[in-house]
Protein backbone atom coordinates (compact mmCIF):
# COMPACT_ATOMS: atom_id res chain seq x y z
CA UNK A 1 0.00 0.00 0.00
CA UNK A 2 1.35 3.46 -0.77
CA UNK A 3 1.35 5.51 1.78
CA UNK A 4 -1.53 6.47 3.24
CA UNK A 5 -0.59 10.34 3.87
CA UNK A 6 -0.45 10.77 -0.07
CA UNK A 7 -2.70 13.22 -1.15
CA UNK A 8 -2.79 11.50 -4.24
CA UNK A 9 -3.79 7.49 -2.68
CA UNK A 10 -6.44 9.49 -0.31
CA UNK A 11 -8.26 10.63 -3.34
CA UNK A 12 -8.00 7.47 -5.17
CA UNK A 13 -9.07 5.63 -2.15
CA UNK A 14 -12.10 8.29 -1.23
CA UNK A 15 -13.01 7.68 -5.28
CA UNK A 16 -13.26 3.97 -5.33
CA UNK A 17 -15.15 3.44 -1.61
CA UNK A 18 -17.35 6.80 -2.85
CA UNK A 19 -16.24 8.28 0.59
CA UNK A 20 -16.07 12.23 1.06
CA UNK A 21 -15.22 14.37 4.30
CA UNK A 22 -18.04 14.96 7.03
CA UNK A 23 -17.51 18.42 8.79
CA UNK A 24 -19.44 16.94 11.19
CA UNK A 25 -17.45 14.55 12.06
CA UNK A 26 -14.60 16.48 12.71
CA UNK A 27 -13.03 14.52 9.47
CA UNK A 28 -9.77 16.75 8.57
CA UNK A 29 -6.89 13.66 7.16
CA UNK A 30 -3.33 14.23 8.07
CA UNK A 31 -1.24 14.25 4.47
CA UNK A 32 1.99 15.78 5.95
CA UNK A 33 4.00 11.91 6.31
CA UNK A 34 6.37 13.26 8.98
CA UNK A 35 3.43 14.17 11.57
CA UNK A 36 2.20 10.11 12.67
CA UNK A 37 5.92 8.45 12.71
CA UNK A 38 6.37 11.52 15.45
CA UNK A 39 3.01 11.04 17.11
CA UNK A 40 3.43 7.46 17.44
CA UNK A 41 7.49 7.35 18.73
CA UNK A 42 6.13 10.30 21.36
CA UNK A 43 3.05 8.48 22.27
CA UNK A 44 4.72 5.25 23.52
CA UNK A 45 3.94 3.15 20.73
CA UNK A 46 6.66 0.04 21.64
CA UNK A 47 7.08 -3.34 21.18
CA UNK A 48 5.60 -3.92 24.63
CA UNK A 49 2.99 -1.76 24.55
CA UNK A 50 -0.69 -1.68 23.53
CA UNK A 51 -2.53 1.26 22.17
CA UNK A 52 -6.10 2.47 22.07
CA UNK A 53 -6.56 4.89 18.35
CA UNK A 54 -9.71 6.84 18.75
CA UNK A 55 -10.80 8.19 15.33
CA UNK A 56 -8.34 6.26 12.52
CA UNK A 57 -9.87 7.66 9.63
CA UNK A 58 -8.39 5.83 6.35
CA UNK A 59 -5.67 5.04 8.59
CA UNK A 60 -2.38 7.01 8.27
CA UNK A 61 -1.92 7.10 12.19
CA UNK A 62 -3.20 3.63 12.71
CA UNK A 63 -0.50 2.49 10.62
CA UNK A 64 2.36 3.96 12.05
CA UNK A 65 0.97 2.35 15.69
CA UNK A 66 0.71 -0.98 14.14
CA UNK A 67 4.38 -0.67 13.19
CA UNK A 68 6.03 -0.03 16.37
CA UNK A 69 3.42 -1.20 19.24
CA UNK A 70 2.45 -4.93 20.04
CA UNK A 71 -1.22 -4.19 19.12
CA UNK A 72 -3.18 -1.61 18.14
CA UNK A 73 -7.36 -1.46 18.90
CA UNK A 74 -8.83 1.67 16.56
CA UNK A 75 -11.88 2.91 17.63
CA UNK A 76 -13.84 4.70 13.97
CA UNK A 77 -17.87 6.02 14.69
CA UNK A 78 -17.81 6.23 10.77
CA UNK A 79 -19.21 3.18 8.93
CA UNK A 80 -17.85 4.24 5.37
CA UNK A 81 -14.66 3.99 6.56
CA UNK A 82 -14.68 0.49 8.13
CA UNK A 83 -14.34 -0.99 4.78
CA UNK A 84 -11.18 1.43 3.73
CA UNK A 85 -9.39 0.10 6.85
CA UNK A 86 -10.10 -3.07 6.02
CA UNK A 87 -8.22 -2.64 2.97
CA UNK A 88 -5.46 -0.02 4.56
CA UNK A 89 -4.33 -2.26 7.14
CA UNK A 90 -4.74 -5.54 5.30
CA UNK A 91 -1.06 -6.00 5.74
CA UNK A 92 -0.73 -5.90 10.08
CA UNK A 93 -1.95 -8.57 11.90
CA UNK A 94 -1.74 -6.74 15.46
CA UNK A 95 -4.59 -4.42 14.38
CA UNK A 96 -8.18 -4.54 15.66
CA UNK A 97 -10.81 -2.12 14.44
CA UNK A 98 -13.69 -1.70 16.73
CA UNK A 99 -16.98 0.37 14.95
CA UNK A 100 -18.37 2.70 17.36
CA UNK A 101 -18.52 5.90 19.06
CA UNK A 102 -15.47 6.43 21.34
CA UNK A 103 -17.93 8.48 23.87
CA UNK A 104 -20.45 5.49 24.53
CA UNK A 105 -17.89 2.20 24.57
CA UNK A 106 -17.12 1.04 27.36
CA UNK A 107 -13.52 1.34 27.27
CA UNK A 108 -12.50 -0.69 30.20
CA UNK A 109 -13.88 -3.52 28.71
CA UNK A 110 -12.20 -2.44 25.15
CA UNK A 111 -8.66 -2.66 27.40
CA UNK A 112 -9.56 -5.62 29.17
CA UNK A 113 -10.35 -8.07 26.54
CA UNK A 114 -7.81 -6.69 23.51
CA UNK A 115 -4.23 -5.49 25.72
CA UNK A 116 -4.30 -8.61 28.92
CA UNK A 117 -1.09 -9.49 27.25
CA UNK A 118 0.29 -6.02 26.80
CA UNK A 119 2.88 -4.70 29.45
CA UNK A 120 1.25 -0.49 29.54
CA UNK A 121 -1.41 0.72 27.39
CA UNK A 122 -1.44 3.99 25.87
CA UNK A 123 -3.79 6.05 24.02
CA UNK A 124 -3.47 8.07 21.23
CA UNK A 125 -5.29 10.18 18.44
CA UNK A 126 -5.53 12.98 15.88
CA UNK A 127 -9.04 13.66 17.66
CA UNK A 128 -12.05 14.95 15.93
CA UNK A 129 -11.92 18.14 17.51
CA UNK A 130 -16.08 18.50 18.62
CA UNK A 131 -15.26 15.60 21.55
CA UNK A 132 -11.84 17.22 22.69
CA UNK A 133 -12.78 17.88 26.14
CA UNK A 134 -15.25 15.06 26.47
CA UNK A 135 -13.09 12.66 25.41
CA UNK A 136 -10.10 13.72 27.11
CA UNK A 137 -11.86 13.74 30.61
CA UNK A 138 -13.84 10.35 29.82
CA UNK A 139 -10.38 8.74 29.51
CA UNK A 140 -9.06 10.20 32.74
CA UNK A 141 -12.09 10.34 35.01
CA UNK A 142 -12.74 6.95 34.32
CA UNK A 143 -9.20 5.76 35.61
CA UNK A 144 -8.51 3.68 32.62
CA UNK A 145 -5.34 1.26 33.17
CA UNK A 146 -3.84 3.53 30.77
CA UNK A 147 -0.24 5.13 31.07
CA UNK A 148 -0.92 8.09 29.02
CA UNK A 149 -3.04 9.79 27.06
CA UNK A 150 -1.22 11.66 23.18
CA UNK A 151 -3.62 14.04 21.12
CA UNK A 152 -3.87 16.14 18.53
CA UNK A 153 -6.02 19.39 19.24
CA UNK A 154 -6.54 22.38 18.34
CA UNK A 155 -3.62 24.72 19.50
CA UNK A 156 -5.63 26.89 21.80
CA UNK A 157 -6.65 23.81 23.52
CA UNK A 158 -3.34 22.81 23.89
CA UNK A 159 -1.65 26.02 25.44
CA UNK A 160 -4.68 25.85 27.92
CA UNK A 161 -4.68 22.17 28.97
CA UNK A 162 -0.70 23.09 29.33
CA UNK A 163 -1.04 26.20 30.64
CA UNK A 164 0.19 26.30 34.78
CA UNK A 165 -2.76 26.34 37.05
CA UNK A 166 -2.66 29.82 38.87
CA UNK A 167 -1.83 31.40 35.41
CA UNK A 168 -4.12 33.59 33.02
CA UNK A 169 -4.44 30.92 30.61
CA UNK A 170 -5.69 28.43 32.81
CA UNK A 171 -9.32 26.82 32.92
CA UNK A 172 -11.65 24.54 34.23
CA UNK A 173 -9.66 21.86 32.05
CA UNK A 174 -6.30 22.76 33.02
CA UNK A 175 -7.39 21.95 36.86
CA UNK A 176 -9.19 18.29 36.15
CA UNK A 177 -6.23 17.16 33.51
CA UNK A 178 -3.18 18.14 36.17
CA UNK A 179 -5.11 16.18 38.83
CA UNK A 180 -5.04 13.15 36.99
CA UNK A 181 -1.97 13.73 34.75
CA UNK A 182 1.06 15.49 33.70
CA UNK A 183 0.59 16.99 30.51
CA UNK A 184 3.19 18.31 27.82
CA UNK A 185 2.89 20.23 24.85
CA UNK A 186 4.95 18.37 22.05
CA UNK A 187 4.83 20.52 18.77
CA UNK A 188 2.50 22.22 16.55
CA UNK A 189 1.24 21.19 13.30
CA UNK A 190 0.10 23.78 10.29
CA UNK A 191 -3.30 23.48 9.10
CA UNK A 192 -1.61 22.59 5.52
CA UNK A 193 -1.00 18.86 7.53
CA UNK A 194 -4.65 18.24 6.70
CA UNK A 195 -6.68 17.15 4.24
CA UNK A 196 -9.43 19.79 4.21
CA UNK A 197 -6.97 21.93 5.76
CA UNK A 198 -8.85 23.07 9.14
CA UNK A 199 -9.23 26.79 10.23
CA UNK A 200 -6.46 26.89 12.59
CA UNK A 201 -3.46 25.34 13.71
CA UNK A 202 -3.03 22.18 15.76
CA UNK A 203 -0.40 20.56 18.37
CA UNK A 204 0.43 17.50 19.88
CA UNK A 205 0.11 16.84 23.35
CA UNK A 206 1.25 14.23 26.03
CA UNK A 207 -0.62 13.69 29.17
CA UNK A 208 1.61 10.95 31.71
CA UNK A 209 -1.29 9.97 33.62
CA UNK A 210 -0.29 10.31 37.34
CA UNK A 211 -0.19 6.67 39.41
CA UNK A 212 -2.42 8.48 41.79
CA UNK A 213 -3.52 12.24 42.23
CA UNK A 214 -0.77 14.61 43.99
CA UNK A 215 -3.00 16.56 46.07
CA UNK A 216 -5.26 15.44 48.66
CA UNK A 217 -9.28 15.94 48.08
CA UNK A 218 -11.29 14.49 50.28
CA UNK A 219 -14.14 14.84 47.71
CA UNK A 220 -13.66 14.31 44.15
CA UNK A 221 -17.04 15.48 43.28
CA UNK A 222 -17.40 18.50 45.08
CA UNK A 223 -13.53 19.30 44.24
CA UNK A 224 -14.77 19.51 40.12
CA UNK A 225 -17.95 21.62 41.03
CA UNK A 226 -16.28 24.11 43.00
CA UNK A 227 -13.90 24.02 40.02
CA UNK A 228 -16.64 24.43 37.88
CA UNK A 229 -18.75 27.22 39.34
CA UNK A 230 -15.49 29.18 39.56
CA UNK A 231 -14.43 29.05 36.79
CA UNK A 232 -17.78 29.94 34.73
CA UNK A 233 -17.27 33.45 36.40
CA UNK A 234 -13.67 33.32 36.22
CA UNK A 235 -13.00 36.95 36.24
CA UNK A 236 -15.22 38.00 39.36
CA UNK A 237 -13.70 37.06 42.89
CA UNK A 238 -13.94 33.59 43.81
CA UNK A 239 -16.50 34.70 46.79
CA UNK A 240 -18.58 36.08 43.74
CA UNK A 241 -18.39 33.12 41.60
CA UNK A 242 -19.01 30.57 43.99
CA UNK A 243 -22.22 32.63 45.72
CA UNK A 244 -23.52 33.80 42.30
CA UNK A 245 -24.04 30.47 40.69
CA UNK A 246 -25.35 29.24 43.65
CA UNK A 247 -22.69 26.68 44.84
CA UNK A 248 -22.43 27.98 48.27
CA UNK A 249 -23.84 31.07 50.67
CA UNK A 250 -22.06 34.42 51.05
CA UNK A 251 -21.14 33.60 54.92
CA UNK A 252 -19.92 30.20 53.92
CA UNK A 253 -17.65 30.95 51.43
CA UNK A 254 -16.74 33.68 53.28
CA UNK A 255 -16.27 30.99 56.34
CA UNK A 256 -14.25 29.04 53.43
CA UNK A 257 -11.72 31.15 52.03
CA UNK A 258 -10.73 32.40 55.73
CA UNK A 259 -9.81 28.87 56.71
CA UNK A 260 -7.93 28.14 53.79
CA UNK A 261 -5.50 31.29 54.42
CA UNK A 262 -6.75 32.63 50.34
CA UNK A 263 -7.77 35.97 49.80
CA UNK A 264 -11.31 37.09 49.94
CA UNK A 265 -10.74 38.92 46.85
CA UNK A 266 -8.72 36.06 45.28
CA UNK A 267 -10.12 34.74 41.40
CA UNK A 268 -10.02 31.38 41.13
CA UNK A 269 -7.25 31.28 38.46
CA UNK A 270 -4.36 32.78 40.38
CA UNK A 271 -5.27 29.80 43.08
CA UNK A 272 -2.72 26.43 42.25
CA UNK A 273 -3.30 22.90 43.03
CA UNK A 274 -2.54 23.13 46.50
CA UNK A 275 -4.79 25.87 47.19
CA UNK A 276 -7.63 24.52 45.33
CA UNK A 277 -7.99 21.61 46.94
CA UNK A 278 -7.40 22.75 50.55
CA UNK A 279 -10.35 25.26 49.58
CA UNK A 280 -12.17 22.24 48.26
CA UNK A 281 -11.75 20.25 51.81
CA UNK A 282 -12.33 23.03 53.45
CA UNK A 283 -15.81 23.72 51.94
CA UNK A 284 -16.69 20.11 52.46
CA UNK A 285 -15.49 20.47 56.09
CA UNK A 286 -18.03 23.36 56.43
CA UNK A 287 -20.80 21.48 55.02
CA UNK A 288 -19.90 18.74 57.79
CA UNK A 289 -20.28 21.47 60.83
CA UNK A 290 -23.55 22.96 59.67
N1 LIG B 1 -6.60 9.57 12.37
C1 LIG B 1 -6.95 10.13 11.09
C2 LIG B 1 -5.88 11.08 10.62
O1 LIG B 1 -5.08 11.52 11.47
O2 LIG B 1 -5.82 11.39 9.45
C3 LIG B 1 -8.31 10.81 11.12
C4 LIG B 1 -8.47 11.89 12.15
S1 LIG B 1 -9.95 12.85 11.98
C5 LIG B 1 -9.40 14.35 12.72
C6 LIG B 1 -11.04 12.23 13.23
C7 LIG B 1 -11.61 10.84 13.01
O3 LIG B 1 -12.45 10.50 14.13
C8 LIG B 1 -12.49 10.69 11.79
O4 LIG B 1 -12.14 9.52 11.11
C9 LIG B 1 -13.93 10.58 12.35
O5 LIG B 1 -14.79 9.81 11.55
C10 LIG B 1 -13.66 9.89 13.68
N2 LIG B 1 -14.67 10.12 14.73
C11 LIG B 1 -15.47 11.21 14.89
N3 LIG B 1 -16.23 11.09 16.00
C12 LIG B 1 -15.90 9.90 16.56
C13 LIG B 1 -16.36 9.19 17.73
N4 LIG B 1 -17.29 9.70 18.53
N5 LIG B 1 -15.82 7.97 18.00
C14 LIG B 1 -14.87 7.44 17.19
N6 LIG B 1 -14.41 8.06 16.06
C15 LIG B 1 -14.91 9.27 15.77
Given at each position: MSSLSDIGTIKDIMQRHGFSFSKGLGQNFLVNPSVCPRMAEMGGANECAGVLEIGPGIGVLTAELARRAKKVVAIE????LIPVLGETLA????VRVIHGDALKLDLAAVIRENFADCESVAVCANLPYYITSPIIMALLESRLPISSVTVMVQKEAAERICAPVGSRESGALTVAINYYAQPHMLFRVSPGSFMPPPKVTSAVIRMDILPEPKYDVGDEKLFFAMVKAGFS????TIANSLTSGGFLSKEKAALALANADIAPNARIESLDMGQLATLSNSIKSISQIN
Open positions: LDDREFSNQRRK
